[in-house]
């Protein structure tokens, strides 16, 4: 027998062989009107979007390998350059911001990489990605025909290229970078820079090719891309898309797997069927690369979201979730789809398409090479009517808002409306506290949060850093977005008479808290597509001086749109004092007011933890104003992925052992109306068409990476503004609960056949040690929704069906079952039948 060492030896060196095999020689990537070349081959991609900086170092391994084995080929990320330098010539490539280490885990997972320098990136990310510094200099203006911006910029481009050239990261040094992309999306919105537009453009594809990458550049949505740079499409559908030029291949920068959140706004998601229909239609008519924006979202730390008002979470109903977990059954239809599109690969890069009508919205498209090689894709392209074809010969059954599969022109080995993956679901966990009962708590050494204390911030001017103005300032002028906060404060003299007086305030937003001699007196607050705030203040006035002090906030910086970075923000005014008694308005905006920007407690740098301030006294102030609060926790125990739940709070920030979790805002709850807990993914789909959480907080649970934490004697630190109670926020681990199976009785992929009377239901525990402890629910006939969320259909589900599969699951790991008529009997004749099935797996004894 061979020793562990040893063949731990022969491991590494076969990794080595294969590695070198894949890279040490340099590959040649260019490309034709097919697809991207990579050493003489035609290439059929998938691609997936993961930003580095929205997770940890220690999640990169997970997430790729992850990546990988749902069928990913290349990982594509933006590079955020406000990240990389924050102030002009001192560059941070460290922690999350190591681009060169997140490339290396692509590439030792094996994985291609497309790097989207930009450097404008959009992406929800503050900014747009930009640093705000270029605002500053003299003369420029971003993203046209202009000198000031042309030199920071392609300076910047320049910076990333010798980076990553100087670790041999790109494809013809041997590297996995086999792409680069220059700008993004500016054909959007060119048209608003007049003739400075296209110059831009033209100089932007000479600067970015001139850096001699030695691998292919591409711009996105820009159809006036100049050779050789490639346009590629982004959007929800890009089958139509086709390039400016038939040397150029047809390629997908970003098929939107969901949707980003807003605070405010529901959450948006895209059903699994939509997706997978997209990409099978995509590569049916002559696709051959497609990446997922995003694959992984991950989340917006510290002050990082865009905006405004874009959330801390950017989990974009991604195939991997916030936490890197997978999304099921998104991951596994999707993988099922890429798998199907791989065996397709050989006829589908080796000649073009050939589409015919089999009827109205059906297509059938083959690929048949003069070898003989053939691979077809019927797709149904009707929203509503299912249909049956005729192919080849052969008869099949196409639902609606569907593609079939087929990599030898024969046999279906996919359809995208049919999930037959595996899937489990994640669900929120809460770790109990001291708060909850002695003896829960006593048994619950997990999340133990002890007593808080907490630092009162000054209403108004407190920091020597305070000047004068007789105008009122736009903010991200004034603070350069250096925080979040900024304080405008005025004394004036009044009346004992003017009794029912008003003031009035109108800002560009984002957030404003209106204090009135020391009382916060209103709080108003924008939205992402409309952030301005006006209020009407009743205002109770001290005879003599009285104190006015407005707190505005951002809530992360635009980052779409023409000249985005010229939107302002802050209480532009007018400011106004109404209802005087026996006296006209009076203007406050050219008054003489005073500023601060940012707080005292960021001056101090609380959110550290470490200053003697803190006050912990047993009446702990709640739902108060402008607190600071801290306290110190243990982690909850286990590997599963943390959050905090911050109900019980209203808005603020919160920092973990000094890291910065983001902005949180459980007070800010979306519409009433206007979801859909059950979406048809049949027929376009839009942003606004599938949503969840009417009436809900738009974000409630927020990511505390495992790496930000020891095991215990974590400090945390919330900067709240508008008042909670701290001792109500819990930690939760997001944990596997569910495992679920679905197949239809005319399941089309090869499977385990039972006994030759239908295709078999496997139910599998995510853990060999676990056992299946419970069936929540299975019916045979035509069941809807998806795992976590079964539901009965119109037939089907008799009180036998659970009982059937009890009895051939429980207290195994791993289950066959037949989806046959002979088991469960016929519940609806003549209509295709499935069987769905939730299950609940525990540690069995002993493990
Ligand atoms: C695109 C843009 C991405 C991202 C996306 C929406 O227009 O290129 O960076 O912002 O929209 O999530």
């Known amino acids: 027998m061979r020793s562990g060492a040893a063949a731990a030896a022969i491991l590494v060196v076969a990794l080595a062989l294969d590695l070198s095999a894949r890279f040490c020689s340099g590959a040649n990537v ?65 922690g999350r911001k190591d681009l060169v280490k997140f490339v290396k885990v692509a590439w030792e997972a094996g994985l291609l990489v497309h790097l989207r320098i930009g450097p404008y990136a959009c992406a929800e990310w503050n900014y747009g990605g930009f640093p705000l510094w270029l605002h500053f200099i003299p003369g420029i203006v971003l993203r046209t025909d202009n000198k000031p911006f042309k030199v920071e910029m392609k300076r910047f ?80 559908y890009c089958d139509q898309f086709t390039p400016n030029s038939d040397k150029k291949p047809k390629m997908w920068t970003e098929n939107w797997s969901g949707w980003f959140s807003s605070f405010g706004d529901p959450v948006t998601y895209r059903p699994a069927e939509d997706v997978a229909f997209s990409t099978a239609r995509f590569y049916q008519l002559g696709g051959t690369f497609l990446n997922y924006y995003m694959y992984h979202g991950g989340t917006n730390f510290g002050r990082t979201a865009g ?77 509503e009517s299912d ?19 087929l990599p030898d022109c024969k046999t279906v080995a996919h359809n995208t409306a049919k999930i037959n993956s595996v899937a489990t679901v994640s669900k929120f966990v809460r770790q109990l506290s001291r708060d909850d009962s002695a003896a829960a708590a006593a048994a619950a050494a997990d999340a133990f949060i002890s007593g808080w204390s907490w630092i009162y911030e000054p209403i108004g001017i407190s920091s020597n850093g305070a000047f004068a103005k007789r105008e009122l300032l736009e903010q991200i002028n004034t603070t350069a977005d250096q925080s979040d ?126 200053s003697s301030l803190w006050a912990s006294h047993p009446t702990l102030p709640k739902n108060r104003p402008l607190v600071w609060y801290k306290t110190t926790f ?19 920030q919160a920092w973990i052992n000094g890291e910065s979790i983001g902005r949180y805002w459980p007070t800010y709850t979306s519409p009433n109306n206007g979801c859909t807990d059950s979406c048809n993914y049949r027929g376009p789909f839009s942003a606004s068409k599938c949503t969840k959480g009417c009436g809900e907080p738009t974000q409630k649970y927020y990511h505390v990476p495992r790496a930000w934490l020891q095991p215990t004697d974590n400090v945390i630190v919330l900067f709240e503004e508008t008042g909670g109670d701290p001792m109500q926020i819990s930690f939760a681990t997001k944990v596997a609960q569910s495992v679920c199976s679905r197949i239809s009785e005319t399941h089309p992929s090869p499977v385990e056949m039972s006994s030759g009377s239908g295709p078999t239901l496997l139910l599998s525990c995510p853990s060999p040690n676990q056992v299946i402890s419970e069936i929540k629910f299975a019916s045979f006939g035509t069941p809807r929704g998806s795992c976590g969320d079964f539901h009965q259909g119109r037939c089907g589900g008799s009180g036998d069906d659970l009982a059937v599969v009890q009895k051939a699951c429980v207290g195994l790991s791993r289950c066959n079952v037949s989806v046959s008529t002979d088991l469960f009997g016929e519940p609806c004749k003549g209509t295709t039948k499935s069987l769905a099935v939730e299950a609940s797996c525990a540690y069995g004894k002993g493990s």
Request: a negative charge; charged letters at 20%; glycine letters at 10%.
């Open 30 to 94: 260019t490309y034709d009107h097919r697809g991207l070349i990579i050493d003489g081959r035609r290439k059929l991609l998938v691609s997936g979007s993961i930003h580095y900086m929205r997770s940890t170092p220690e999640m990169w391994p997970d997430l790729i390998s992850k990546s990988k084995a749902g069928g990913l080929d290349v990982i594509q990320t933006f590079v955020f350059w406000n990240l990389h330098e924050p102030v002009r010539g001192q560059y941070d490539f460290e």
């Open 157 to 236: 481009t320049a910076k990333i290229v010798e980076m990553m050239k100087q670790e041999n990261l790109y494809a013809s040094q041997g590297g996995p970078i086999i792409l680069s992309q220059v700008e993004n999306e500016y054909g959007n919105i060119d048209s608003a820079y007049g003739k400075g537009a296209k110059a831009y453009i033209n100089w932007a594809a000479l600067m970015a090719t001139s850096l001699d990458t030695g691998v292919p550049w591409i711009m996105c949505q820009q159809d006036d891309a100049p050779d050789p740079i490639i346009n590629t499409c982004n959007g929800f």
């Open 307 to 383: 905006g405004p008002f874009i959330t801390t979470s950017y989990d974009y109903d991604a195939p991997i979730d916030e936490y890197g977990l997978l999304r099921q059954p998104k991951w596994g239809h999707l993988k099922d789809v890429h798998a199907a599109i791989k065996r397709c690969e050989d006829a589908l890069v080796a000649t073009d398409p050939k589409t015919t009508s089999l009827g109205s919205n059906l297509e059938a498209t083959v690929y048949k090479t003069e070898s003989g090689k053939c691979a077809a894709f019927l797709a149904n392209v009707d929203a």
């Open 387 to 405: 249909a049956t074809v005729n192919f080849n010969g052969n008869s099949y059954h196409l639902p609606a808002w569907s593609v079939s599969i």
């Open 485 to 610: 906060y900024l304080w405008y404060s005025l004394s004036i003299e009044l009346k004992e008479d003017d009794k029912n007086i008003v003031l009035h305030v109108d800002s560009l937003g984002h957030v404003l808290y209106a204090f009135i001699n020391g009382e916060l007196a209103a709080a108003g607050k924008g939205s992402h597509s409309n952030p301005n705030v006006s209020m009407d203040v009743p205002f109770s006035v001290l005879p003599g001086k009285n104190k006015i002090d407005l707190l505005s906030l951002t809530v992360g910086l635009q980052n779409y749109g023409a000249y985005y970075d010229l939107q302002g923000a802050g209480v532009t005014g007018p400011v106004l004092l109404k209802g005087l008694e026996n006296r006209s308005t009076i203007d406050l905006s050219s008054q003489q007011w005073t500023y601060q920007i940012g707080l005292r407690g960021e001056e101090l740098r609380l959110f550290d933890g470490g």
């Open 634 to 652: 243990d982690a909850p125990s286990g590997t599963s992925p943390v959050a905090i739940d911050f109900t019980g709070m209203g808005k603020g």
